[in-house]
């Protein structure tokens, strides 16, 4: 029974050299999507609480979009859907990315972090009490300031 589970484990926690195994690809994934997410999701986050509607309204579509789908449907359209579009594939750069899987899957992967964190985020920064925002502002802070 050991020698069974030894058996099938070996491919994910051992390479042979030539690749690179299961449980590597898959730390590396994580570590890409979650690393690209984050530092897209800060930016993104203080437009989403933005008073003004041509700065919040893009970014909710895409957080209500990205949130709203399925990752899998999300991998689909990134590697199929945009590749087939003939503008992608006459522009070198785009078709050496969107042809690589592996570029989409970290594509699709980090947006769709980046959009689940955004709203996390933004929900944190909505969570200020209206006093600490006056206080900052007492001291001097405005604009990028305050979120730092």
Not at 52 to 62: G, H, L, N
Not at 132 to 147: H, R
Request: with cysteine; hydrophobic share 50%; net charge positive.
């Amino acid at each position: 029974m050991i020698e069974l589970l030894q058996e099938y484990w070996r491919p994910f926690l051992y390479s042979d050299g030539s690749q690179i195994t299961g449980l590597a690809m898959t730390l590396w994934l994580l570590s890409a999507a979650l690393i690209i997410g984050f530092v897209l999701s800060i930016p993104l986050s203080i437009a989403r609480v933005s008073s003004r509607r041509w700065i919040r309204w893009p970014v909710q579509f895409y957080t209500y979009v990205f949130r709203g789908t399925p990752l899998y449907i999300q991998l689909l359209i990134c590697y199929t859907g945009i590749y087939s579009i003939a503008a992608v594939r006459a522009q070198p750069l785009l078709n050496e990315f969107f042809r690589d899987a592996m570029n989409c899957t970290v594509l699709a992967f980090a947006l769709n972090t980046c959009a689940y964190t955004t709203e996390i985020f933004a929900g944190a920064i909505r969570s200020m009490a209206h006093g600490d925002i006056e206080a900052a502002k007492a001291y001097g802070l405005s604009g990028w300031k305050l979120y730092a």
